[in-house]
């Protein structure tokens, strides 16, 4: 019932060297694990750390994500924090100064509701259990001017930022959220805004070779509307001296639908409005001196070319280091709010250790995986042979010389010793100083699964050392966090409902057999008392079922009210052969 697979569940992996070095170290761009001298990496994070640094990047150095506020904050709107992380982590290392940053595009207009929203705990539910009214009655305008449909906040922007803040914390990630809105207000943005309006026949040359909609009478400004707060794309004049558009609010096209414009006419100031997204994200770069950032794929054939063109070509930066990363799938289909198919934070850390969550985003980036809730169990195997691997204990020198370098930094040591807490200070458990981390101790998943069929935490740790995963040498501290993954592994369970949920029954529940069945189980007892394992057990209790005239689905069904009170189960054999032996021989002979 337990293993060691190398595999995590990933559509394409077909390899038993799914953890070679030469796939995770690749780099983004240029296929290589070989950074601009020729050194080899073992961790995709060096090489794209010997980008940044070749371009002698004043201090402190800036990477940057960014997400729009709208549907379910969930894990995969934590991809550009987690692929940042490791990069500021190594610099860091390094001896940089690093800035992580998130930008939040709460400036953009609501275009339409979402079906799910997740709320201050990270739980997902429908607009049925919050004033979906607020967000309907608002479409149109800035996700800041939105109120918060669950009350909570000051506005639907602050709440969803809240979510993605409290995410990154739960994942040891420290982050900066920077919020559009705020940049605007505060002017940061106003050079920008005026570079843009001061050369429109530049711009819309540039641009209108990556949007159709671009012509002689395009401005690229987009007003928030004084009247009815909805923002509006029909800007009819500039002021450049006075900072100011004219504006008419009109419609705003949302794929085959329409959001009304009031039609009123107005002036805005440049922070009174803001600049549609192929032009905002070069000027976040110039704005934010952002060094380096990871995107999307969707972004890589699209806004990033576009980006890069204007960055150079109006605002006369160059962009940062890119990193190009692979979307994730969820159980073998895209990650969708609207379809319910996403997972969050939250619901991902009841299930794994937040170090296993971290491993999952160390793998490289440029390659396509897939997130399965349902055999979760071979994401923690892997990475639980990632973690062997590092101290020595798998003969597997690619493997290991990648856990080598990215396993401390997956811990949160920051590439330091591993003395319990990360590179900022952060304590990663509660740990004794004094600790060794190589004393760790880690249940297979699916033993820890076994184990969360038990209620009695003594009984549970009883079985544990029966199966010899502690003993009297192992320190407290370490018997503590590997019981502590039983409670996600009893979730997991759970939720998914597969054969480990269910529960073994403490006392002996109220059943009687027929005299041949009692007499199979007494037999069956021997067996087990004569120390055999968990799969010769499932072989003989076909055997005990034929010798006595038993019918075998009999048979199954009478250990399964014996220890579980119902009338089917896990693969019964199996999992007695987990259990402490004496309390098996005794409960199959209905005596405890």
């Not at 100031?269 to 192929?278: C, D, V």
């Not at 072989?539 to 079922?545: G, I, Q």
């Given at each position: ?7 995590d ?14 796939i995770?170290s690749e780099q983004?761009d240029s296929?290589?694990?070989l950074?601009?001298d020729?050194e ?21 150095i800036v990477i940057?994500?960014g997400?729009?506020?709208s549907?379910?904050?969930h894990?995969?709107n934590v ?7 490791f990069v500021a982590?190594?610099?860091r ?15 953009d207009?609501?275009?339409k509701l979402p079906?799910?929203?997740?709320n201050?705990d ?6 049925g ?8 009655r608002n ?9 918060d ?11 969803f930022a809240?979510?993605l803040s409290?995410d990154?914390?739960?994942?040891g990630?420290?982050?900066e ?7 605007y207000?505060?002017?940061r943005?106003?050079?920008a ?6 050369d429109?026949?530049t ?11 671009v012509d002689?009478?395009?401005?690229p400004f ?8 909805k923002?509006t794309?029909t ?9 100011t558009v004219?504006?008419?609010c009109t419609d705003?096209?949302?794929?085959d ?6 039609g009123?006419?107005?002036t805005a ?10 032009l905002?994200?070069p000027a976040?770069w ?17 806004s990033w ?8 070509t109006?605002?006369g ?5 890119p990193?190009?990363y692979?979307w994730?799938?969820l ?8 379809a ?5 934070v939250?619901?991902l ?8 969550v971290?491993?999952f985003?160390a793998?490289h980036?440029k390659?396509?995986?897939?997130l ?13 042979r990632?973690?062997r ?7 597997d ?5 990648f ?9 949160g040591w ?9 590179g900022?200070?952060r ?16 249940f ?11 209620e009695d935490e ?9 199966e ?12 503590r ?6 409670e996600r592994a009893?979730?997991?369970a759970?939720r998914?409902?597969?054969e480990?949920?269910y529960r073994l029954q403490?006392?002996?529940?109220a ?7 009692a007499?199979?189980l ?14 010769a057990?499932q ?7 034929r010798d006595?005239?038993?019918e075998?689905?009999?048979f199954?069904?009478a250990g399964?009210?014996l220890?579980?009170?119902q009338?089917?189960?896990p ?7 987990e259990?402490?032996?004496e309390f098996?021989?005794a409960?199959?002979?209905?005596e405890?």
């Open positions: 019932m337990t293993g060691d697979s190398a595999d569940g990933s559509a394409d992996d077909d390899s038993t060297n799914a953890d070679s070095p030469h995770l983004a296929g290589s694990g950074s601009g020729g080899f990496h073992a961790f995709w994070a060096d090489v794209v750390a010997d980008e940044i640094e070749a371009r002698d990047p004043d201090e402190p940057k994500g997400v729009s506020p549907g379910v904050a894990v995969g991809n550009e924090v987690m692929r940042g992380y982590e190594v610099l290392e390094r001896g940089h100064e690093v800035r992580q940053l998130f930008t939040s595009d709460d400036k207009p609501l275009r079906r799910k929203l997740a201050a990270g739980e997902i539910v429908g607009l259990d919050v004033d979906a009214g607020a967000l309907g479409l149109g305008k800035p996700y800041t001017s939105i109120p449909p669950f009350g909570e906040r000051e506005s639907y922007a602050a709440h809240a979510l409290a990154a914390d739960r994942l990630v420290p982050v959220m920077v919020s559009n809105t705020e940049l207000a505060d002017g943005f106003d050079d805004v005026r570079t843009v309006l001061a429109l026949e711009v819309r040359g540039t641009l209108g070779t990556y949007q159709d909609k002689d009478e395009y401005v987009n007003p928030v509307c004084a009247e009815c707060g923002v794309e800007v009819t004049a500039v002021d450049l001296e006075a900072e004219e504006y008419v705003l096209e949302v794929g639908d329409i959001i009304d414009g009031c009123h006419e107005g100031t440049f922070r009174e409005g803001k600049l549609p997204w192929r905002e994200w976040q110039d704005v934010l001196d952002v060094d380096f950032e990871p995107f999307g794929k969707d972004h890589a054939e699209g070319p576009s980006g890069v063109d204007l960055a150079r109006v605002f930066i160059e962009p940062p280091v990193m190009v692979e994730f799938t159980g073998g289909e895209a990650l969708s709010s609207s319910g198919n996403v997972v969050t939250p619901e850390l009841e299930i794994l250790e937040p170090e296993v971290r491993y985003f793998l980036p390659k396509a995986r897939d399965d809730l349902e055999r979760i169990d071979l994401l923690v195997d892997r990475f639980d990632f973690e691997a590092y101290f020595g204990e798998v003969d020198e690619e493997l290991t010389r856990a080598e370098r990215a396993y401390p930094f997956v811990m920051g590439g330091e010793s591993p003395d319990g807490r990360s900022d200070g304590a990663i458990s509660d740990r004794p100083a004094d600790a060794d981390p190589a004393d760790r101790v880690r297979p998943y699916t033993f820890a699964a076994v184990l969360g069929m038990v003594d009984l549970r740790e009883r079985l544990a050392r029966d010899g995963h502690v003993d009297g040498d192992t320190p407290e501290w370490a018997v966090e590997a019981l502590a993954r039983v009893r979730t997991w759970e998914t409902d597969n480990y949920n403490t006392d002996l529940p059943v009687e057999f027929d005299d041949d069945v007499a199979a007494d037999d069956l007892a021997d067996f087990v008392a004569a120390g055999h394992d968990g799969e057990i072989a003989e209790m076909y055997e005990t079922a006595h005239g038993v075998v689905a009999d199954f069904e399964y009210r220890f579980f009170d009338p089917q189960g693969r019964l054999g199996e999992f007695l052969g259990l402490e032996r098996v021989v409960r199959l002979r209905r405890a």
